[in-house]
């Protein structure tokens, strides 16, 4: 039975929100590898008038209190474009943060798996914040490096509380840290790669600025198509595109993404986002009164010198061609090259890649590129 020292309450005002917010910093108080995230930007996404995912969505956030005092946290999803597209009766839980007590861990779940029981799930998974396309995974390697922008932290314990509560492994994703060099794809793959793009049907270019919302709503639909078969795959919405484009635009420029267009088609994209981690480390989550120009100086003057490659794909009909191969490897020496060039690029991750993603694990030791960081997502049957 669980204690009555253990209280376990919902998320329901802005107060709430921001004891919930706040539970992450204090248990990594002690990690000089954790990050806290910008608080106005997390109270964002936990706000379904905010964030898309939730508005077609229903969830619940919960914070546990020991001694009178915020303890832990999780949150649960019902991800209706998940259920829509795979049909598998899953719910999801996230946003999981919690002392190495199992009697407070069992408290969260149980309420999670309660909450999504009663809306008729039959498995849960996760950890999703709030959708396989925002973050997700529980950090199980590499724990010693700081997370990349967008990549989760974790505790090395979590994954041994999860377990011990019924959680089995449904998926591991890996991400790839590289130091750049003009070198990174071989030169002798490297005629061979710009033989076939010299393609006439082939065309290459960066983001235009000036059109940036339509060339998002381009990479949208690229990714789409690409990532289609996919484990847990859910497309991006219009609205979702929208969001997006909204918040990538002021941290970008057109060197941080390449479009390919194959016989007349848009055929496959790259996106690198600057590390803005390595920006607001030293913020403890918080804006205000003086870190925005802090972050303005170092995104737009000093510059990051770290960059995430998030996103990348090319079409499905391309997958297992030389022309699809050759796109995907010019797509990430060209996003290497060109912000090398410009000095901001000195440290790049690329994440995550899926366990099951053969092609891409090839390509990258190929590249002689290796994973540091492992990832996982559980599930369990309700």
């Known amino acids: 039975m669980l204690s009555s020292a253990v209280d376990i309450r919902p998320v329901s005002s802005k107060a709430d929100r921001t004891a919930f917010i706040r539970v992450a910093p204090a248990l990594y108080r002690d990690d000089p590898n954790y990050i806290a995230p910008l608080e106005f930007e997390l109270a964002a996404r936990l706000d379904a008038g905010k964030n898309p995912t939730l508005k077609t969505s229903e969830s619940q956030l919960w914070t546990a209190y020991k001694g009178g005092a915020p303890a832990g946290r999780i949150g649960a999803i019902v991800n209706q474009a998940h259920l829509d597209r795979h049909k598998d009766g899953a719910g999801h839980f996230g946003f999981f943060e919690a002392p190495d007590d199992r009697e407070i861990a069992a408290a969260l779940f149980k309420t999670a798996e309660d909450w999504l029981r009663e809306r008729g799930m039959s498995k849960i998974a996760g950890p999703f914040n709030f959708s396989v396309n925002e973050e997700c995974g529980l950090l199980v390697e590499g724990f010693d490096t700081d997370p990349f922008v967008m990549m989760p932290h974790g505790h090395p314990y979590y994954s041994q509380l999860i377990e011990s509560l019924g959680y089995e492994k449904a998926m591991d994703m890996f991400a790839f840290r590289y130091r750049p060099t003009r070198d990174l794809v071989a030169q002798r793959r490297k005629k061979l790669i710009d033989k076939i793009v010299s393609d006439e049907n082939i065309e290459i270019r960066n983001i235009e600025m000036?059109?940036?919302?339509?060339?998002?709503?381009?990479?949208?639909?690229?990714?789409?198509?690409?990532?289609?078969?996919?484990?847990?795959?859910?497309?991006?919405?219009?609205?979702?595109?929208?969001?997006?484009?909204?918040?990538?635009?002021?941290?970008?420029?057109?060197?941080?993404?390449?479009?390919?267009?194959?016989?007349?088609?848009?055929?496959?994209?790259?996106?690198?986002?600057?590390?803005?981690?390595?920006?607001?480390?030293?913020?403890?989550?918080?804006?205000?009164?003086?870190?925005?120009?802090?972050?303005?100086?170092?995104?737009?003057?000093?510059?990051?010198?770290?960059?995430?490659?998030?996103?990348?794909?090319?079409?499905?009909?391309?997958?297992?061609?030389?022309?699809?191969?050759?796109?995907?490897?010019?797509?990430?020496?060209?996003?290497?090259?060109?912000?090398?060039?410009?000095?901001?690029?000195?440290?790049?991750?690329?994440?995550?890649?899926?366990?099951?993603?053969?092609?891409?694990?090839?390509?990258?030791?190929?590249?002689?590129?290796?994973?540091?960081?492992?990832?996982?997502?559980?599930?369990?049957?309700?």
């Open 210 to 382: 000036k059109n940036f919302e339509s060339d998002v709503r381009l990479i949208i639909e690229i990714f789409n198509d690409a990532w289609a078969e996919n484990w847990g795959f859910i497309p991006f919405t219009e609205e979702q595109m929208k969001h997006m484009a909204a918040e990538l635009r002021p941290i970008i420029t057109e060197y941080n993404i390449v479009i390919c267009s194959y016989q007349g088609e848009p055929a496959a994209f790259g996106l690198v986002l600057p590390n803005v981690n390595a920006a607001i480390k030293d913020f403890g989550g918080r804006l205000l009164p003086f870190n925005w120009l802090k972050l303005l100086w170092r995104l737009k003057v000093a510059g990051v010198k770290q960059a995430r490659l998030p996103l990348m794909g090319v079409r499905r009909h391309l997958h297992r061609k030389p022309v699809g191969a050759a796109l995907a490897y010019k797509i990430i020496d060209l996003l290497n090259g060109a912000n090398m060039d410009r000095g901001v690029l000195e440290d790049s991750e690329i994440s995550w890649i899926l366990e099951s993603n053969d092609a891409m694990l090839i390509m990258l030791r190929a590249l002689d590129i290796h994973p540091y960081k492992t990832y996982r997502i559980y599930e369990k049957a309700l």
